[in-house]
């Protein structure tokens, strides 16, 4: 730990050596120095590729650790859900989901002795694997939706209860102990026409799970207390309790919602399709009907923190907090990188090669400093503090970054003037995938070394694909999460 430890030029009190000396001389408790020693820069700074995980057919489309953190599971193309002992880089056990679309979301259910994982798929189905003693594994479709779902949520410290949403707008709540799921609720925008919102992501409070926010195919967070859903189904009416948005994107009408994450103290990050990552404090709603929301209302609100130098176009991305605190943000990127924010300030800390093409996932375990990270390929790698000395930003992390606003800006001058939100996420659903051979190859030592990518700036743009690729690929399978 020592030698991961080392000062980083800062003032000594914000020093992992500093902190590992008040622990020895017993000033400081060994909880509060882990938590200091791992939200420190000292430990971002040193984060390197610790190893790879593949057994994948097809690219994987989520990877999530389990609640107490020993395991990794991995969800592809191939249907199959791969539970890995991630710090041996092996693969404890491998079953077939049962869906017949590519799966993308899996998650191990709290305090059930990593024995439930839930599912979610491109098929629509939500499903639940039940790991028996000898290595069997039973599976069972628990619900469904008329289009894909995205993302799966867990109420914080329950073995039962979850929620999804879906592509048909469809919010549902599931209780593993019921034989049916509660249909809360269809989303819709807030406009005359009432378009319904495709849904891609939502997320429980962990400070009150009764509230919980979802996010699609327009620019508005809704965030909504299970307590005040009216049930019937026949109303569609259903307000949510608040919604959040940046000023400069409202009623813009050409952005939609990739990914939600709370920290542990109710901040929200949200991640927005070709635009960049926001930081709302919970003060910071627009009420139940944003459309309606008084101007001198918007002008008391104060600027939401933004994170930007990534590209989010091409797949549908995740966004998460880091650190015992939830110190960072992170976020993958179209040019291949891991991206770790410093939360306060939005200062870019780390840019990690962590696919040659396109990163979509990085989940951060859940009580030490590792992260997981997914791209379109098969390959998952493990990330931790092990370097040896101080990593940089890569060499030509300017002209990265500096490539991903140009083609975001763009794509935004060809498309903004004709496209509808739910045309352009149509779009993005139907694009092909790179052919097998750009999707594996693999970045080189020198690439992790550097923590970044090279002399390229691995900007791919949306419109890129051959026409033979177009005609192998399979519609089904173009949707990366």
Sequence with gaps: MAAVCLATGRRP????????????????????????????????????????????????????????????????????????????????????????????????????????????????QVRVGELKQGGEVTTRQIGEHDDRVHKVALEPGSPHILYTCGEDGLVQHFDLRSNSPIKLFTCYSFSERRRRVRLNTIAIDPQNPNYFSVGGSDEYVRLYDSRRINLDASSNMNLPVDTFCPKHLLMGGKVHITGIAYSNSREMLVSYNDELVYLFQNNMGLGSNPESALPEHLDKLQEVQAYSGHRNSRTIKGVSFFGPNDEYVLSGSDCGNVFIWRKKGGKVMRMMCGDRNVLNCVEPHPQFPFLATSGIGRTIRIWSPESNKVIPLPKHANQIMASNDRGREVDAARAGATLEPGVIMHVVRLHPRLSESDTEHEPSASDFASGGGGDESFFIQLGGGSTSRRARSDPRECIMT
């Design 13 to 124: 009190a914000a020093s992992c050596f500093f902190e590992v000396g008040r622990r020895e001389i017993g000033s400081s408790s060994p909880r509060a120095a882990s938590c200091r020693i791992s939200g420190s820069e000292g430990i971002i700074m040193r984060m390197n590729r610790y190893g790879q995980l593949r057994g994948h057919t097809g690219c994987v489309n989520a990877v999530s650790f389990s609640p107490v953190g020993d395991l990794l599971v991995s969800a592809s193309d191939d249907t199959d859900i791969i539970l890995w002992d991630w710090l041996a880089k092996a693969k404890r056990l491998s079953y077939p989901s049962g869906h017949q679309y590519s799966v993308l979301h899996a998650r191990v259910m709290p305090f059930t002795d990593d024995s439930t994982i839930v599912t979610a798929a491109g098929d629509g």
